[in-house]
Structures are given as structure tokens and as C-alpha cells.
């Protein structure tokens, strides 16, 4: 199945209504106005799955979850039922999948994806969701950890809280750094930090440095029989002295397809020599295309949506980069989608 994933559309809501219903029992299903009201809220949390229709064109949505925020570290009653903008805790209300497409990991992707979405933004501290404790595995396999019985009543049956934390310092009270410094450190810990790693970092080559180029870095031929070709080599931070690995060997996509703009067209700032330039929007330009979600990647840094730069269907934009030196940008994806895109002489190839 050629799954894909999307936020839910307005106009969807009675479809997912509908496998809401098939879904739950009466007492435990929300009702059409309630997803209206989730959607309205937070279009961001409500992410559906979709299958592409049988001509290319429309979609048919197969699963979802969706979502609200809150500002406390726990679910309450009130967290389920009312929506705090600005809050750090993402209250997942409900996740399902039609009938017909379940035991086919349909709901576990998902929800990995869903989760890597949240994680990738940037905006939020944990994620909390109750479950009936027949499915606590599928949500630990998922990534969530298990907290215990929730005081939430929904339904005839006991409801148990799960949860992930997604910030370096969930519980806000003082950054990593204040937490180490208020602790006695074992000894040497200093010396240890201040020494230079020895470490041998893998030395990138640019795509300039090989005769044929592209030719060179790609596993096979372009050909219409078998598909777009990968990427032959690990892709890594093209800066020397870093070096760090993006994305494993064959984890890419080659895609010529048009080129786009990643730095404001006002801008005088000076790109670093290892970032090759880009052909003007409408031109070919060479890229790496990486599916489904940002844990494909090996290490990426995201941007928040950049003003002035909208991608090629009008939606915000997001820069990548190195997450270890924050060289960038590497590349682009819109704002809550599935395809991430590398400049091909944006990166660096262990050739």
C-alpha cells in the first residue's frame, strides 16, 4: 500500500467520524462536533493516513489522530476536553484505523509518524494519551512509556495514562547546562570535557570533486525500469572539520525536479564555499528525496517556518541542516509533510 500522510481536512471530518464510530464503542466515541471542534483548535494534530486514489488524483483517509494542547503534565479532565493554545503537552484524544486496513501496522506508522512530527516541530514538551492496557504494547512499540492508572472516567473501563517526553528539559525548571552545574561533577569530568576528541570524523567530498558528478554518487543508471536510483554513498555535513552522517547509503532518492529557493531573495548574507548554489526557481536543479519521516535521517536539524519562503504548493517552508554545526541550509520540506528534500551539492558523499 502506497500510504501517505496529511493533516485532516475540514472537509474529511465526517469520514473520520466514520471510522471513529466503527472504531470505539457509543460510550467512549466523540462525536462529529467534537471532531469539528478538535480540527478547528489544532489543524496541526489532526494527521490522517491516506491511500492515493486509483487514478493519481484525490485520496481516500484510512486512519488518524487527532489532538489538542494543554499546559499541564498530566491528563485531567479538563486537559481532554479543552484546548490551551501555546500549551506544551500534546493531549492525544484519539487514534484509528478502519477496519479493513487494520493488522497491517497501518496504526503503528501512524503514530510513529505522528510522533516524529511533533518531535520535528520543535514546539512541544511531551505527548500524553490514556489507553485500555490490551494496547500497551502497541503504544510502547509506537515509542510511548507507561505511567499508570488515569484518574480520566470515559466509558465503562479503566483508562491508563502512557506519554513521551519530546524536550531536552521537559520540566522547564533550568536548562541542562544550570542542572550540571548544580550538581557535583565525578572527578575529571572537566578535563575530560576540555580535551579534544580523538575521534576520526569522515572526510566529505563535495559533489564538485567528482569528474562525472551526479553520475558518480548515484547506485545505478537513471531508468525508467527500475526506478529512481539512491544514493550511493552516506551523505554528510559538508563542512570540514564535521563531517557528521546525515543519512546512511541507499536511504535516498535521486529526484531532478525544480529548483527552490532557500534564502530570501533580500538577503546579502555570503553562503559558505561547501554550499554549492541553486539554481533560480523554475530551473532543474538535483536532489536527494527522503521519505517517510524525519526518522529516516541518521542527524538533522530543523528550522521553524521561515517567513518570506513558502514551498512549491504554497505552504510554509522548514530549512534543514546539520543538527551537529547547524551548516546550512542542506535542504527543505514543507511544514508537517512527509518528503524532505536535500540539494545534491548541499551535502557531502564517504566516497
Given at each position: 500500500?502506497?500510504?501517505?500522510?496529511d493533516?485532516?481536512?475540514?472537509?474529511?471530518?465526517?469520514?473520520?467520524?466514520?471510522?471513529?464510530?466503527?472504531?470505539?464503542?457509543?460510550?467512549?466515541?466523540?462525536?462529529?462536533?467534537?471532531?469539528?471542534?478538535?480540527q478547528?483548535?489544532?489543524?496541526e494534530?489532526?494527521?490522517?493516513?491516506?491511500?492515493?486514489?486509483?487514478?493519481?488524483?484525490?485520496?481516500?483517509?484510512i486512519?488518524?489522530?487527532?489532538?489538542?494542547?494543554?499546559?499541564?503534565?498530566?491528563?485531567?479532565?479538563?486537559?481532554?476536553s479543552?484546548?490551551?493554545?501555546?500549551?506544551?503537552?500534546?493531549?492525544?484524544?484519539s487514534?484509528?484505523?478502519?477496519?479493513?486496513?487494520?493488522?497491517?501496522?497501518?496504526?503503528?506508522?501512524?503514530?510513529?509518524?505522528?510522533?516524529?512530527?511533533?518531535?520535528?516541530?520543535?514546539?512541544?514538551?511531551?505527548?500524553?494519551?490514556?489507553?485500555?492496557?490490551?494496547?500497551r504494547?502497541?503504544?510502547?512499540?509506537?515509542?510511548?512509556?507507561?505511567?499508570?492508572?488515569?484518574?480520566?472516567?470515559?466509558?465503562?473501563?479503566p483508562?491508563?495514562?502512557?506519554?513521551?517526553?519530546?524536550?531536552?528539559?521537559?520540566?522547564?525548571?533550568?536548562?541542562?547546562?544550570?542542572?550540571?552545574?548544580?550538581?557535583?561533577?565525578?572527578?575529571?569530568?572537566?578535563?575530560?570535557?576540555?580535551?579534544?576528541?580523538?575521534?576520526?570524523?569522515?572526510?566529505?567530498?563535495?559533489?564538485?570533486?567528482?569528474?562525472?558528478?551526479?553520475?558518480?554518487?548515484?547506485?545505478?543508471?537513471?531508468?525508467?525500469?527500475?526506478?529512481?536510483?539512491?544514493?550511493?554513498?552516506?551523505?554528510?555535513?559538508?563542512?570540514?572539520?564535521?563531517?557528521?552522517?546525515?543519512?546512511?547509503?541507499?536511504?535516498?532518492?535521486?529526484?531532478?525536479?525544480?529548483?527552490?529557493?532557500?534564502?530570501?531573495?533580500?538577503?546579502?548574507?555570503?553562503?559558505?564555499?561547501?554550499?554549492?548554489?541553486?539554481?533560480?526557481?523554475?530551473?532543474?536543479?538535483?536532489?536527494?528525496?527522503?521519505?517517510?519521516?524525519?526518522?529516516?535521517?541518521?542527524?538533522?536539524?530543523?528550522?521553524?517556518?521561515?517567513?518570506?519562503?513558502?514551498?512549491?504548493?504554497?505552504?510554509?517552508?522548514?530549512?534543514?541542516?546539520?543538527?551537529?554545526?547547524?551548516?546550512?541550509?542542506?535542504?527543505?520540506?514543507?511544514?508537517?509533510?512527509?518528503?524532505?528534500?536535500?540539494?545534491?551539492?548541499?551535502?557531502?558523499?564517504?566516497?
Amino acid at each position: 500500500m502506497s500510504i501517505f500522510y496529511d493533516l485532516v481536512s475540514a472537509e474529511e471530518l465526517e469520514d473520520a467520524h466514520k471510522i471513529e464510530s466503527r472504531g470505539y464503542p457509543e460510550d467512549e466515541a466523540g462525536s462529529l462536533e467534537v471532531f469539528r471542534y478538535r480540527q478547528a483548535q489544532s489543524p496541526e494534530l489532526f494527521v490522517g493516513a491516506y491511500l492515493p486514489g486509483p487514478d493519481g488524483t484525490g485520496r481516500t483517509l484510512i486512519g488518524y489522530v487527532c489532538s489538542t494542547l494543554s499546559s499541564k503534565d498530566t491528563l485531567t479532565h479538563e486537559s481532554m476536553s479543552t484546548h490551551v493554545p501555546g500549551g506544551t503537552s500534546v493531549c492525544v484524544h484519539s487514534v484509528c484505523v478502519a477496519p479493513e486496513h487494520r493488522q497491517k501496522h497501518v496504526g503503528l506508522n501512524l503514530v510513529k509518524e505522528y510522533l516524529s512530527r511533533l518531535a520535528a516541530s520543535g514546539k512541544y514538551e511531551r505527548v500524553l494519551l490514556i489507553a485500555h492496557e490490551e494496547l500497551r504494547r502497541f503504544y510502547e512499540q509506537a515509542g510511548l512509556e507507561w505511567v499508570g492508572r488515569s484518574a480520566v472516567v470515559h466509558g465503562a473501563r479503566p483508562w491508563f495514562e502512557m506519554r513521551r517526553d519530546l524536550a531536552v528539559n521537559p520540566t522547564g525548571n533550568c536548562s541542562p547546562l544550570t542542572a550540571i552545574a548544580n550538581t557535583s561533577p565525578p572527578p575529571g569530568l572537566w578535563e575530560a570535557l576540555q580535551r579534544q576528541s580523538t575521534r576520526t570524523r569522515p572526510t566529505a567530498r563535495l559533489l564538485t570533486s567528482f569528474p562525472r558528478a551526479v553520475e558518480e554518487v548515484i547506485d545505478a543508471p537513471p531508468s525508467p525500469a527500475a526506478g529512481s536510483p539512491t544514493n550511493k554513498y552516506n551523505l554528510l555535513c559538508p563542512r570540514l572539520g564535521c563531517g557528521s552522517v546525515i543519512l546512511n547509503g541507499g536511504a535516498a532518492k535521486w529526484v531532478e525536479r525544480a529548483s527552490v529557493r532557500l534564502e530570501p531573495a533580500e538577503s546579502t548574507a555570503a553562503l559558505p564555499s561547501c554550499l554549492g548554489p541553486l539554481p533560480e526557481p523554475g530551473a532543474t536543479a538535483q536532489w536527494w528525496l527522503i521519505t517517510p519521516n524525519p526518522m529516516a535521517f541518521e542527524n538533522i536539524g530543523f528550522s521553524r517556518p521561515v517567513q518570506g519562503l513558502s514551498a512549491p504548493g504554497g505552504n510554509r517552508m522548514k530549512l534543514l541542516a546539520c543538527a551537529e554545526c547547524d551548516l546550512g541550509p542542506l535542504g527543505w520540506c514543507e511544514e508537517g509533510g512527509s518528503e524532505f528534500w536535500l540539494a545534491c551539492n548541499r551535502v557531502g558523499y564517504r566516497a
